[in-house]
């Protein structure tokens, strides 16, 4: 059998379809995720608004969009911080979203509800890789 060899140039064409370097990128909270869907809603997809958290997530600035030998790789600034209040609110999952094209690309699972209190005024952070990025592509 032939052997498959990839374009360096490939993987970022791959990639570009939903535009990863210059669509918005957020991170929304969400206590369920469900891997068939296809569509980001906010307010259905996260949590809706409440306590201190916003239906959407907060925005993650693009660092850099690098194809290097073929690799491409996503860097994104951590969001802001949530800051609970009122009631607060509870969560287990972070998801990675384009906001552009609504497309959920993946999550964190923190392993158990996160519960913020909005009477200890809690906060939370994401912080992401700024080495090895969010994701790369091969």
Known sequence: MAT???????SEAL????NAGTDVWKIALALTVNVANTSF??????????????????TCATTTSTNVAGVYKLVLASPTTWTASGNGFI????????????????YWDYGANVVMSGLNGDTFAITLDATNGV???T
């Open 4 to 10: 498959f060899t990839k374009y360096t140039s490939g």
């Open 15 to 18: 990639v570009e379809g939903i």
């Open 41 to 58: 809603t906010a307010g259905t997809t996260d949590l809706a608004t409440t306590g201190g958290y916003t239906a959407g997530g907060n």
């Open 91 to 106: 969560f287990r999952y972070a998801i990675l979203w384009d906001s552009t094209t609504l497309t959920p690309v993946g």
């Open 135 to 137: 994701f790369s592509v």
